[in-house]
C-alpha cells in the first residue's frame, strides 16, 4: 500500500468495529470513528452523538447510519414505524450526513426506503468484489467522490436455505448471540481498504 501523499481529515459515522477507521489510518490519514459504543479496537475514537464533531472540518466523512427503519428487509414494520416516528428519525439522521458541508461524502446503507425518499444509490457494492466469497449488498450515495471500482471478484459464497424457505448468504446465518447484530453489521476489510486507496487519493 501507498500512503498518501495528503493526509486528509476522515470521519467514519456510527462505526464502532475500527475496520474502515483503520484501513485511512493505515494510509497516513487522519481518521477517527464516532459511535455511541466504544470502539472495538484501540484508535481514534469519538464515543457519543456525531452531531456534537460533524463540523469538525473534515474532509471526508463516511457514514453508517443505522437502517433498522430504513431497510426493505423490515418492511412489514413499516407502518408502527411510520406511527410513532422511529422511520421518520431515520431518514432525519440519514440526511443529516447528506447535507453536511463536508466536501466528500459516502453513506452506506442496504437497499431501503432513501431511494425513493431522498434519491437513487450512486452504486450497489458486494463483498465479493472485495477478496471475501460472500454477498451483502450495500448502496453508496456519494459526494464528490468517484464509484468504488473492484479489487479482487470471487466468488459470490455459500447460500443457507433457512427452515422457513428464506435463502440468505451462509455467513449471515449465525447462532442467536448478543453480538450477533455487529457481526452482521461490520464492514467487510476488503471494501474498507478500497475505499481508503480509490477515495484517499482524490
Known sequence: MVKAIKPLRVLVACEFSGVVRDAFTSLGHDAMSCDFLPSDKPGKHHQGDVSEILENDWDLVIAHPPCTHLAVSGAKHFAAKIADGRQQASIDFFMLFANSGIPKVAI??????????????????????????????????????????????????????????????????LPPSPDRWKIRSRTFSGFAHAMAEQWGEN
Not at 454477498?135 to 443457507?160: D, S
Open 108 to 173: 452506506e446503507n442496504p437497499v431501503g426506503i432513501m431511494s425513493t425518499v431522498w434519491r437513487k444509490p450512486d452504486q450497489i457494492v458486494q463483498p465479493f468484489w472485495f477478496g471475501h466469497e460472500a454477498r451483502k449488498p450495500t448502496c453508496l450515495w456519494l459526494k464528490n467522490l468517484p464509484k468504488i471500482t473492484a479489487t479482487n471478484m470471487v466468488g459470490q459464497g455459500e447460500i443457507h436455505t433457512t427452515k422457513g424457505g428464506n435463502r440468505i448468504p451462509k455467513w449471515y446465518n
